[in-house]
């Protein structure tokens, strides 16, 4: 505010005239107020970029979690293939021992007759 106010005052060129040494104070009082400046513009960017952090990191974890619980299930439905895979070769086999039993019988009643 000050230095809008007496702008004129912080002029390098002015206070050169008044104070060779009091030209770099003033400058790096000016230069602290645009710092101030650009700080606090840039407060909510930081806090926002914080926010958005956090739910990145959140994101992150929710993804880790749905990957293991995946894996879990991918593996559980291997082996449930797997178990599929045993059933129909013994459900095959089986049929395999029915037709030879059936024809078995068959010759047995052929012979009864």
């Known amino acids: 505010k000050l230095l809008k106010a007496k702008g004129a005052n912080f ?4 206070i050169q005239k008044v104070s060779k040494a009091a030209a770099p104070m003033a400058m790096w009082v000016k230069s602290s107020c645009r710092y101030a400046v650009v700080m606090e513009r840039i407060e ?11 739910k990145l990191d959140g994101a992150r974890e929710q993804l880790a979690n749905n990957q293991a619980e995946l894996k879990v299930i991918d593996d559980r439905v291997a082996e449930l293939k797997k178990e599929f895979a045993e059933m129909t ?11 030879a039993t059936e024809a078995l019988v068959q010759k047995a009643q052929d012979l009864l007759e």
């Open 11 to 14: 002029e390098e060129s002015r």
């Open 44 to 54: 909510p960017l930081n806090r926002q970029l914080a926010d958005a952090n956090a």
């Open 89 to 99: 070769r013994e459900a095959e086999s089986l049929k395999v021992g029915l037709r």
